[in-house]
């Protein structure tokens, strides 16, 4: 069984190799990376992984097409071997681990679990700073291990997920949190599930990013999601801006909404042991050494410049000032909910 995952990195080589010995250990057989105008050396070490057999490389240079930055990579990797021989397909984010519960906690298990399936929604579980401030090599899943409660009914994006889903052609184009561009004669053939192995509704088929929080939705399955990570990289993170809209800078509000630190969450830690010795043997290559001990250097460095410029020092300043985020109230949640489906009912025109 073939697993691609497609990957858009900006400026985040340090954190690589986990990320690909992680998702190696969990059963990804091949990867597609996008390098997109980096100035950290991701693009060299995504060279050099690529000389080694490891992924595809794809530079995403500009100018870009409709949808920007992120979309023009993925209508790329369609182009790709890694992704037309897939028996199975997935987009990731660099703050994404897959955190598998069944069997012997592979996508493959999953895969076997829910043997029906011909796509499954792999929803977030966000995880808080937790307090952290400054920066270290080490592997993003064992330093953070706070996360929001259960449920979570507000902000609504912390229910998005990302879809792993078979490579039948019964989509067209790879997506950013699921396929898109639907053969329409085929969705009827679609069967979705969700992370706790519902069966979801044929609607799901076609449009749907978000999970229903009302509900468990990890059961078999989370994506464990790490999306600020240390106050010092979330200042870097901040200076990247966002992976589909980069000219969107990342401020206090984006913190603020996935600061919870409620519940800890301890399940991806017991399984580095099984990735630590897929990092060993990349760590173990010289090129690949040199190029992420460059890479740190460079994280450090670039955080250094950055507060010598007003926003960035006051950014990071408001973001120790900050405490942990707290839950919305229950009545509170609920009426952000109603207005936010009021709104989008409004936009589509059907209130």
Not at 14 to 29: E, I, P
Not at 309 to 328: A, C, K, N
């Amino acid at each position: 069984m073939s697993i691609t995952a497609v990957l858009c990195v900006r400026n985040e080589a340090a954190f690589l190799l986990d990320w690909l010995a992680w998702h190696r250990s969990v059963g990804v057989t091949d990867f597609v990376v996008m390098s997109n105008e980096c100035e950290d050396g991701t693009d060299t070490l995504l060279d050099r992984l690529e000389a080694m057999g490891w992924l595809t490389h794809l530079r995403n240079a500009p100018p870009y097409g409709k949808g920007g930055i992120q979309f023009s990579g993925l209508k790329r990797a369609n182009r790709t071997g890694a992704v037309k021989r897939a028996d199975w397909l997935i987009t990731l984010d660099i703050d994404e681990f897959v955190n598998v519960h069944v069997g012997d906690r592979t996508l493959p298990a999953l895969i076997e679990a829910l043997s029906e399936a011909t796509a499954v929604t792999l929803t977030w579980r966000n995880f808080g700073n937790a307090g952290v401030v400054a920066y270290e090599d080490r592997p993003i899943p064992v330093q953070f291990t706070a996360a929001s409660p259960h449920p979570m009914p507000w902000p609504w994006r912390a229910s998005m997920f990302k879809t792993l889903y078979r490579n039948d052609k019964t989509y067209r184009n790879l997506g950013v949190h699921r396929p898109r561009n639907p053969v329409e004669e085929r969705l009827s053939e679609a069967r979705w599930y969700d992370g706790s192995g519902r069966a979801l509704p044929p609607e799901t088929a076609d449009g749907r990013i978000f999970s229903d929080y009302r509900v468990p939705q990890h059961g078999l399955v989370q994506l464990n999601h790490y999306p600020l990570g240390s106050v010092e990289s979330y200042v870097l993170k901040s200076d990247r801006g966002r992976a589909v809209h980069s000219e969107d800078a990342l401020g206090l509000d984006y913190w603020v909404e996935r600061n919870l630190n409620i519940d800890e969450d301890k399940t991806v830690v017991p399984l580095w042991d099984r990735a630590q010795p897929i990092r060993d043997a990349l760590g173990s290559d010289p090129v690949l050494a040199e190029l992420h001990a460059q890479a740190v250097t460079w994280r450090k460095d670039r955080f250094d410049t950055l507060l010598q410029e007003d926003r960035f020092r006051d950014l990071y300043g408001r973001l120790l000032m900050t405490p942990p985020s707290q839950p919305i109230p229950a009545k509170g949640a609920e009426l952000l909910t109603k207005m936010a489906q009021r709104v989008s009912d409004r936009d589509a025109g059907t209130s």
